[in-house]
């Protein structure tokens, strides 16, 4: 693996000059970057703490949804008195009641009976009905549409709505955005640095409402140009030019938009852009049932009440996928998959206002974020440094910079979100990316220790290593790619981030490492390696100093530790869920996850943001966000956390102590905003985190044995239950932030799991006859001065965060640095007694089981 070979040298030089191309825009001025063309674009995309965006105010027209109500009650009133071969003569609707007449008297009731289905209790409230049925005189039937059905429709509507919203901008890339309910029927939407505003107006409220219905072909030209429309039916326009300026067509749906499952950009017969779509069974059933009793009839396809297209039905189409075809453009075509594949908006969303907003964080707090980031990436070069001296801990630190390029670039390309607590998790990744180095210089050691010569030891440190390195990442890739796909909003952004990472730390700590000792080897010829052990003629690198072999006996406290750590867990677990009140329990939850207030204020002079965040300071007030709004600087908005006794009086004293810095300062109505982390997206998170564990468990059984995986999956529980335990506990506030520090601790106590389970395997194979409470033992003490330099240098950068990062990321650091703790606890006192409490099978004759006391069973018996 040390040969100097082409394809190694080419690849590391074309990717490494490739991500320092894709960094520039985030190294050169915009005006040098619009002077050439041919220099990439792309920056990082900074999130909406860092560098604002677009503020869209979304009102849900709910008169809409109620119109669409009483239209679909009155084609539903229909369909079913002509089911039940009751006639009828006129069938009304006049603002919220649909009347018809039964034209036989006795008949009257068997129409009851027949529209009864059409009135269903509120899942809500039971009691309560969306249509009231009743019989008038003159065998007249209403079907009221009740206020309480109404109310139910609209606050569903909303938050369907914001679903949708959700979707669809997260469709557009991992941006990240904000999206919170204001009031009854309004939707804040907040899309960082979003360059193109029009774009995102019309991604978001395009409705999206995709139905099939067919053609009246028995309305005459001359009708439908004066507006004549036999019942049953509706005149629409059309959006395509080859059709006419509008046509009729029946207003039963056939299938809708509820039933597509995939929509993708195709091509037309005549290679015009069009859009291909799939719909689930149900859809499919229905579609080929109606194009069979149909050949040789058009039918339409309607997109937001237009005709789009109106192809005439050939043969049945059964496959259950077709094709809409238009005057589309590409653009277009894109657009209408991203908003299809979104869902349909239940009702219209009106553009209330517009504006553009400045960071969620003061400019104080970035530059704090900023400091913090390059000394805790300064530590961790010094240390490496002294670690493993100017050769090894230069080539680690060439890798580690190599590795910050790859990532920059790639964030950069595919424009994932980049923002405040992404700043604190890159930081980390850079940190932990070294453990692979320190795992490859370990190995290296170990065969020196071994009797091999440099070139052996050099080989065989990369080979060995290797097997370890994909297990640790693979797991970690695998979780990242299930978080991605079953996750929603920030959820997906991170994992985004954190797949870069591991790809480009196992590329830049492998591949560049190698290189690198590779050049260094054939161009020195050592006879001795720089990291082995000490020769009395100096203290630096620190390595020399650090014990070159441990023989502690971890197992033996195994009862003691898991009798501890079952305590802790329970203790967790209780102050976790108690009190048990929505939607947090006892953690202290945040306006992400609980809402808040939004008061927006405005002066003559512009606003100092600065100093109006520390007049809020001042009001013990939680999880406060101060954000300018519009052009000239004259506006803001302040959200902050509604307190769950006397609100009012917490908004006055707010108003109070601003007027008290702000003299000229007006305010508008205060509005009641809802989390940030919604059903849908907490569920999302939640699935999410289960597939990804699971997806480690089972890796780690194909890898291993299912004791091992076991034991990773009880490992993982302990930390992530003792990480709530620390919110509960300490009081820090539990927001979207403190879930990303939860993802990372995952990955983390993963990595360093599969690092010991890796070295317990091994030695399985290498001491047959050594009892399994001795091989574990050999294994944590042969790992450990890997982990403690791994755990060392994450806890520096941390340490560093917590310390200069300022409020908007203490709870952060401190929940990973104790996660680094209690993960590196967990991987020797959780995960590995799991494998002794049911023992491992050492060959396929003997099985050996040791209890955690160290007691040593009988072996099975030989066949």
Known sequence: MMQLSRWKITLVTLVTLLGIWFSLPNLLPKTVLDQYGFLPKNGLNLGLDLQGGSHLLLEVDTEALARDKIKNLTEETRDRLRGAGIAFGSLTAQGDVVSVRINEAGRVDAALTALTPLSNPLVNNPSARDVAITKEADQVIHLTYTKEGKAAASSGAVDASIETVRRRVDNLGTREPTIIRQGTNRIVVQAPGESDPEQLKRVIGTTAKLTFQMVDESASPADVAAGRVPPGSELLPTSDPTLPPSMVVKKRVIVSGENLTKAFVDTDQSNRPAIGFRFDGEGARKFGEATSQNIGRPFAIILDGKVVSAPRIISAITGGSGQITGNFTVQEASELVNVLNGGALTAPLNIEEQRVVSAELGADSVAKGQLSTIIAFISVLIFMLLAYGWLFGGISIAALIVNLILIIAGMSVTQATLTLPGIAGLILTLAVAVDANVLIYERMRDEIRAGRNVIGALDAGFSKAMETI??????????????????????????????????????????????????????????????????????????????????????????????????????????????????????????????????????????????????????????????????????????????????????????????????????????????????????????????????????????????????????????????????????????????????????????????????????????????????????????????????????????????????????????????????????????????????????????????????????????
């Open 470 to 863: 994909i297990d640790a990442n693979l797991t970690s890739l695998g979780a990242a790619a299930i978080m991605f796909f079953f996750g929603a909003g920030p959820v997906r952004g991170f994992a985004w981030t954190l797949s870069l990472g591991v790809i480009t730390s196992v590329f830049s700590a492998v591949m560049v490492t190698q290189l690198l000792l590779a050049w260094w080897y054939h161009a020195r010829r050592p006879k001795t390696l720089p990291i082995q052990a000490a020769d009395g003629k100096g203290v630096w690198p620190l390595i020399k100093i650090l014990p070159q072999k441990t023989n502690f006996g971890f197992v033996r406290f195994s009862k003691l530790a898991g009798i501890i750590s079952i305590v802790l867990v329970v203790g967790s677990l209780f102050f976790t869920i108690w009190p048990a009140t929505p939607p947090c329990g006892g953690l202290n939850c945040g306006v992400d996850f609980k809402g808040g207030t939004i008061l927006e204020m405005s002066q003559k002079s512009t606003i100092d943001l600065a100093k109006l965040r520390s007049t809020l300071d001042t009001l013990d007030l939680h999880d406060v966000q101060v954000q300018g709004a519009g052009q000239s600087g004259q506006d803001a908005m302040i959200r902050f956390e509604s307190p769950t006794t006397n609100a009012q009086a917490a908004l006055d004293r707010v108003q109070t102590s601003i007027k008290a810095q702000f003299p000229d300062a007006s305010f508008k109505p205060a509005t009641v905003v809802g989390p940030k982390v919604s059903g849908e997206l907490f569920t999302g998170g939640i699935l999410a985190l289960v597939f990804a564990i699971g997806l480690m468990m089972v890796y780690i059984w194909f890898r291993f044995e299912w004791q091992f995986g076991m034991g990773a999956v009880v490992g993982l529980m302990h930390d992530v239950i003792l990480t709530f335990g620390l919110f509960a506990v300490f009081r820090l506030e539990f927001t979207l932030t403190a879930v990303a520090a939860i993802l990372t601790i995952i990955g983390y106590s993963m990595n360093d799991t599969v690092v010991v389970f890796d070295r317990i395997r091994e030695n399985l194979r290498k001491y047959k006859k050594l009892p399994l409470k001795d091989v574990i033992d050999l294994s944590i003490n042969e790992t450990l001065s890997r982990t403690i330099i791994t755990g060392v240098t994450a806890v520096m950068a941390l340490t560093g965060l917590a310390v200069l990062g300022g409020e908007a990321l203490f709870s952060f650091s401190v929940a990973l640095i104790f996660g680094i703790i209690i993960g590196t606890y967990s991987s020797i006192y959780v995960a590995a007694p799991v494998i002794l409490l049911w023992g491992v099978n050492r060959n396929a004759a003997e099985a050996e089981v040791v209890d955690v006391g160290g007691f040593k069973g009988k072996k099975a018996p030989q066949p």
